[in-house]
């Protein structure tokens, strides 16, 4: 899979960013460029995660391992390691990966279903660069 350079730089520009919102809840960024595989064919190692105030994970698509193998033996494993964790105790769903612009597109739909689930208005106050 060949990402665009415009989509690669997109993404990149996130690494080490943190937006938060007034309820101290935040976003994590984690982003790198590397050499592609089978594990990661795109290139891109990611983290995309929305965390509460005191720093819980609620809400992560990564691709820092592969998902738990879901299935009986007949059902093929996925190669790629792209999944995403729905819930604070998911331990992970496989994620097709199609495009930067899918991935944050995902990404933001379920942070903000997540924090207007708990009351909180989708609207960043802050960033910083880490």
């Known amino acids: 899979m060949e990402i665009p350079g415009y989509a690669l730089e997109l993404l990149l520009a996130y690494d080490?960013?943190?937006?938060?919102?007034?309820?101290?809840?935040f976003l994590k960024f984690e982003v790198k460029a590397v050499e592609k595989s089978p594990r990661v064919?795109?290139?891109?190692?990611y983290s995309l995660t929305l965390h509460a105030p005191k720093g819980k994970r609620l809400l992560g698509f990564d691709n820092a391992h592969?998902?738990?193998h879901r299935g009986g033996r007949h059902v093929r494993r996925r190669q790629e390691a792209d999944h995403w964790h729905r819930t604070t105790g998911d331990?992970?769903?496989p994620y097709a990966f199609i495009s930067v612009e899918r991935l944050l597109e995902d990404f933001f739909r379920e942070a903000e279903r997540i924090l207007k689930d708990q009351?909180?208005?989708f609207e960043i106050v802050d960033e910083k660069e880490g």
């Open 16 to 25: 080490g960013r943190l937006h938060y919102f007034s309820s101290g809840h």
């Open 41 to 45: 064919p795109h290139g891109v190692a």
């Open 66 to 68: 592969p998902a738990p």
């Open 91 to 93: 331990r992970g769903r």
């Open 119 to 121: 009351g909180v208005a």
